[in-house]
């Protein structure tokens, strides 16, 4: 399991076997590298347990790692008796170490294969984009020779929608600390493919994941306390800015420079097609903890962090565009942009003061910090000063520096950080993920009763009625539910249409999209995506999943 001390450090130990530097068949093999790398990380692990615990706990693993591997090779009724009976007689203390140990050691195999796999696409990419099946590359390259009608693929990629959903499942909550020791490895790990690194830089990297795995090793991976919603938010964030974040729009990127390589044309103007979306805060049906203050705080959380990251994007950007208006020109659009923005945020116009007055895309850009600030502020309560009222104003920002750039022939500028970041705010807006409120479809027809018999049209419920009318009545009502009017009169008598007193949320009509309008001011495409995403679980006929005709759409 864990293999010789030094056999990819060049740190000397004693041998396990005899090495010959002849190459063999399993040598040449694509999959080298990846074995390379599993030895490496278990060499590590193994000087890790050898110094925490002893050499005791590496020779049971090595003992219980051969016994396996004979019975995997041939099974023996006797040696596994005698493989049951050694795992028997352990202690409970020893029977945990054994298992944290094969647990660890499995995690950072399955790190290596995932840092082998990116090596593998990272080739693909590489050699002739015919070859590299499944990827833009070859899709357009077949365009380009004819094969696959251009104007066909720009209507498909306009119809496309992909949304892939984060689901909620506590036992795959990890701590963060976990998940940061796991980044820092993988990132070393890539470190190591560099063939030009010196040989100290190699060694300051491989000691750098010796001790992660140390931190690993005496880091409690499981909570002591049952996971939380909150818990299961906070690992959904972590791959949202640790991984999604940049991710996402880099799969845009590789679009945009296929389809100018391989059709030497531009891209054409296209929707995002990829977004991703979440269950966790919104997962009604799975979890009863999960109610709309619980959707809210996930909601806030996530803004939180989108926000965090345009601000440090824009603050680097504003660093960096020193063009000045004696070469690039004044610009009117922009100009106007500064004086209305500046307008708005007197204290914000007088801190930009110090900006030489000839670099005014340099002074949007700081104006632009200030509203993300002043927007940030403002999600926690504070006072604020113009902050953005939606995503769609900060990406008119953005659009404005867009253009003055490209007006300015800085168009590598332009098409650097800064479509990054555009593309960012297009795929995640202020939200981040599109958080889907599941709800189970009898509270779903309860609710939709209620609404029925709030406005006369029925006497029961809807399972007193057949499919087609019940059907229709929903469809016709949807349109007038909760009026303004309605709502208030009702409140107002302490009781919900439905009877039951206010506090019970037992079938309330509408009392989802009540919650959602409160939440509607953090992004204002959040209850858009409600209206679109909106899941009824245990569906059974058509009347489950109803939605209202006129809020499909976001606003």
């Known amino acids: 399991m864990f293999p010789n001390r030094g056999e990819e450090t060049g740190r000397e130990g004693p041998p396990r076997h005899a090495r010959t530097n002849a190459p063999t068949r399993r040598q040449a093999t694509p999959d080298r590298p990846l074995r390379a790398r599993v030895r490496l990380l278990g060499q590590l692990l193994g000087d890790v347990l050898t110094r925490q615990e002893g050499s005791s706990l590496l020779n049971l693993e090595e003992e219980v790692r051969a016994m396996t591997t004979g019975l995997r090779r041939a099974h023996s009724a006797g040696q596994q008796q005698l493989l049951d009976e050694r795992l028997a007689a352990l202690d409970l203390a020893t029977a945990v170490r054994r298992i944290r140990a094969f647990a660890l050691f499995f995690q950072l195999s399955n790190l290596a294969e995932l840092e082998h796999l990116a090596r593998r696409i990272e080739k693909d990419r590489a050699g002739p ?8 590359a070859a899709l357009l390259a077949r365009a380009g020779a004819g094969e696959v009608s251009i104007d066909g693929l720009e209507a498909s990629f306009a119809d496309l929608c992909v949304v892939p959903v984060l689901t909620a499942h506590p036992t795959e909550a990890s701590r963060r600390s976990v998940l940061n020791h796991i980044t820092a490895l993988a990132t070393d790990m890539g470190l190591l493919d560099n063939p030009a690194l010196p040989e100290r830089r190699r060694d300051e990297l491989i000691e750098g994941m010796r001790a992660r795995i140390e931190l690993l090793w005496q880091t409690e991976e499981l909570r002591s306390s049952r996971p939380r919603i909150v818990d299961e938010a906070r690992n959904i964030r972590f791959y949202l800015d640790e991984v999604l974040f940049d991710a996402v729009p880099d799969v845009y990127a590789e679009l945009d420079r ?48 989108v926000l965090g990251r345009y601000r440090r994007a824009v603050r680097s950007l504003a660093t960096e565009l020193s063009a000045s208006t004696w070469w690039s020109g004044q610009g009117a659009r922009l100009q106007q942009s500064i004086r209305d923005d500046e307008a708005a945020m007197p204290r914000a116009a007088v801190d930009v003061l110090e900006t030489p007055p000839d670099e005014a895309l340099r002074r949007k850009t700081f104006l632009v910090h200030r509203r993300l600030e002043a927007t940030m502020t403002a999600l926690h309560g504070g006072p604020a000063e113009h902050p953005y009222s939606s995503a769609a104003d900060f990406a008119a920002d953005l659009d404005v520096i867009d253009a003055t750039l490209r007006g300015a022939r800085l168009t590598a500028v332009a098409g650097g950080a800064l479509l990054t970041l555009r593309r960012q705010v297009a795929v995640f807006g202020f939200c981040g993920l599109a958080i889907d409120v599941r709800e189970h479809r009898d509270r779903v027809r309860s609710a939709a009763s209620a609404l029925l018999r709030s406005m006369g049209w029925i006497d029961g419920t809807l399972d007193d009625i057949d499919e087609a009318t019940a059907l229709r009545l929903v469809t016709d009502a949807l349109p007038f539910a909760w009026t303004h009017g309605e709502r208030r009169a009702h409140e107002q008598r302490g009781r919900h249409l439905d009877g039951h007193p206010r506090g019970d949320e037992r079938g309330r009509p509408g009392y989802l999209r009540r ?41």
């Open 515 to 555: 919650r959602m309008r409160n939440i509607d001011r953090l992004n204002d495409r959040v209850c858009g995506r409600y209206r679109r995403g909106a899941v009824a679980v245990q569906c059974q006929w058509v009347g489950d999943v109803v939605e209202r005709p006129d809020r499909i759409e976001p606003r």
């Open 129 to 136: 984009p015919a070859a590299a099946v499944g990827t833009f």
């Open 258 to 305: 296929q389809w100018r390589a391989q059709l030497e044309r531009p891209l054409p103007p296209l929707r995002p097609f990829l977004r991703i979306g979440s269950w966790v805060g919104g997962d009604r049906d799975g979890n009863p903890h999960a109610d709309a203050g619980v959707l809210r705080s996930t909601l806030v959380a996530q803004k939180d962090l």
